[in-house]
């Protein structure tokens, strides 16, 4: 009896940890556990594909900082400032049909000190006529204490 109890006992401490676990924001809310820089930095992507599947650009403009200094480049230009980089998305995506669904896959997190961030990803949208995607790179800063895209640089594979 004892040497069943012990094998089962080895067999749960080497299984355990090879369970993983993702949490997002809520998850740790309700766990009570700490929230990493990356845990806060995906909560504002998160938020802003939500924001923009609910056909809210204004949403989705909230993780941007709502700065003249923000820079925003895409198809082979630059928008400065946030104001500006907002006008281009209504202009661009006047409509729900022409929003689609978006996606954001592939992040990848890389801390550039405590109050920056590198953030590297791939997009899809989903419409009725077409299917576009890329890629991008977002700088995040913290502040205030909120993470904020301070940069973004989207590709597309088209």
């Known amino acids: 009896m004892q040497v069943r109890s012990i094998i089962t006992g080895l067999v ?12 997002n924001v809520n998850d740790h809310q309700l766990l009570g556990t700490e929230l990493t820089e990356d845990d806060h930095i995906a909560a504002v992507i998160d938020a802003q594909q939500t924001a923009w599947n609910a056909g809210d650009i204004d949403g989705f403009m909230q993780g941007y900082w709502q700065s003249p200094d923000l820079r925003f480049a895409s198809g082979g230009t630059v928008t400065n400032g946030w104001q500006a980089t907002r006008d281009r998305y209504h202009a661009r995506y006047s409509d729900r049909a022409m929003m689609g669904e978006l ?17 590297h990803g791939a997009w899809a949208l989903q419409r009725e006529q ?3 995607s890329g890629l991008f790179t977002l700088i995040f800063r913290q502040i205030d204490g909120d993470w904020k895209i301070v940069s973004d640089t989207t590709t597309s594979a088209d």
Not at 12 to 23: D, G, M, R, S, Y
């Open 12 to 23: 749960l401490i080497f299984a355990v940890p090879a369970c993983t676990v993702n949490l």
């Open 103 to 119: 996606n954001f896959d592939r992040l990848e997190v890389v801390m550039l000190g405590s109050e920056a961030a590198a953030v």
């Open 130 to 132: 077409d299917r576009p």
